[in-house]
């Protein structure tokens, strides 16, 4: 595929959320990154339409998968990526969001890869900023290309997405893997349900498009994919849910509760796990587990992603 | 003896105006007569040929004339962050809107919980201010929400009221022996109604906060300490206003608690009269407000309240903020939004769009704050400060940062365009604000 002759996927400079983009936006690129998987498996791994282009991940919260995930996508398309730690950025020093990615978009690069702890904060950037801004997960908002490596996986194994029913467990509040695959798998046409302890739970969820459910038991009957959500254990104890044992006696996922889905369903979770809390180690290695296969679509759809936003940038991103 | 030739000089009046001052039985065409800073005649009677060549005369050429509006919560950055706003900058943005008293909050760098304090603003407001300043004292020292202020000595000093500002005393009891001292010396207290166990959210708890992944704050958390302090009034028998409520809840909470007859006011912002929460649309920090924009029926519920009075007062909220606090990512954001020079628009925008009488926004921003705050101002009478604005009430104008005049940009009317507003204002007999037709 020559750079010259790749035709527009998007209608849009910037990735913020699946809430704005259409279903045929997002099979463009599920599409797409079919065939980067291919690419991803060969041995000769490049596929240079980025070349020239600079790459920017600004991550404002710790994270190796999804920042080194982004980085390889970049490589493989020849993209310069360059990752700015912050940590030892001027952030540190007291320099505000706005001022660090202002100076980053003055060294003129074609894409900016944020994850940042606030809500919003990826909006905020593109409101500003010149090149093309694609969000890795901001506050408890949205995680865009979490949800479309989701969808992908599960369009593998699954062929489509009508009549599906998709369960999302546990901390959907402070989760926005959960927003985003729910905006995502409703657009495609699964039927969504959220199961978590009311306390873990948005106001206002039930206008999502979803199912409720309090318990696995009803939760998982029937289900053909069952995604876990990662338990943040700082908000463990007391404060939402009473204890990590009562947590992993109602909600946790062991070979026992997955029997409640049906007998092909998936296994799915973002990661990183809390083996034991949300999920048991035999449930997560096992034969339904496509945990390892997440992350190698996450690879091929954030080149998806990256390809498909370099083909809005005007005058190869030099402008 | 009274020179003649200063005293023709320094006459003045406003002639073939629209007078609207409901709490003096004004609703119609007449004139105003000032001299030397006061009030000498108003009415139907003031007429070009009854004030003759005694005096300067202003034909209104049939606009509105309205009392002073006065500000019951306004934010400067003086003293401490002056950088936001000062007495002086804060003065010309109420000017430009026809408010002609601010209110002044104490949470300033140092706190207004000392005589001294109280003292210093009204000095720098003589000397600096173009429109009347009253400061608010605090309850406790420091802001908090330990140690009672000298009450007794802030009054005396000129604070016409006592409140935390932009927190509630969260304690019961140092709140209940606020309420028991402050009847003594029959000072108001004024209370910003949050539960704070209750209030980390940075917006209207609910579905919007959930699906903009924001962290919420119900309003239950309102009425609960509404209902709380509720109590406390019928313990003590102080006077107490609730600042700004925001939600149906607490609108049938204050009626119910006027029905029992407790000595209880309250006020709401402009901006939760005008706007709801769905206006944060993609995380605008202007619209970042404590208590926060709730929703669309919360809103409606605010506007009948204004109009059957169960809510007294109309506030702008203005409060000050910089890039530096408000272009951060929503919830790092700091609260507020200035509101000096579009509260009186915004609350016409009620007149013309909601079928609120004009009679009664008016009440809500000059008589009412006057009668709960003791004010001899807020009023068109015989004797009475001249303190009024000349208003076109469908003049339309856009708000822009460069035509605001406070310090601050942070106005959540930005871009819009506003009906109705002040052309002329008056303070103490003197023009501190014409509005100039580009």
Redesign the interface.
Known sequence: MTRDARPPLLKRQHLLAI?DISSLEAIRILDLAERYVEVSRQTDKRQLVLQGRTQVNLFFEASTRTQSSFEIAGKRLGADVMNMAVANSAVSKGE???DTAMTINAMQPDFLVVR?P????A??LA?KVSCAVINAG?????HPTQALLDALTIRRHKKQFEGLIVAICGDVLHS?VA?SNIHLLNKLGAQVRVVAPSTLL????G??GVEVHRSMETGLKGADVVMMLRLQLERMTGAFVPSIREYYRFYGLNAETLKIAKPDAMVMHPGPMNRGIEIDSDVADGVQSVIREQVEMGVAVRMAVLDALSRNIPGGGNS | MINPAKHSARRRAYVNANIVAPAQGLNGKGGILIEDGWILDVGPKVTKDSVGASATVTDCKGLTLIPGLIDMRVFTGEPGTEYRETLASASGAAAAGGVTTMIVMPNTQPVIDDAAIVDFILRRARDTASVRVAPMAAITKGLNGEMMTEIGLLKEAGAVAITEGTKPVASANVFRRALTYAKDFDLLVVQHVEEPSLSSGVMN????????????NPAMSEVIMLERDLRLVEMTGARYHASQISSRHSVEVMRAAKARGLPVTCGASVHHLVLNENDIG??RTFFKLSPPLRSEDDRRALVEAVADGTIDVIVSGHDPQSA?TK??????AAYGAIGLETLLSAALSLHHNEGVPLACLVEAMSSKPAEILRLETGRLAPGAPADFAIVDLNLSWIVEEDVLRSRAKNSPFEHRTLEGRAVETIVAGESVFAYARS
């Open positions: 809430d505000t969001l706005l940042h606030s809500s919003g904060a909006e905020l409101q901001d506050g408890q908002h949205e926005r927003r948005p106001s206002g969820i206008n999502f | 708890a609910g579905e919007t906060a959930s699906r903009l992944g924001l962290s919420g993609a995380y530096d272009r951060l990512p929503f919830a790092e």
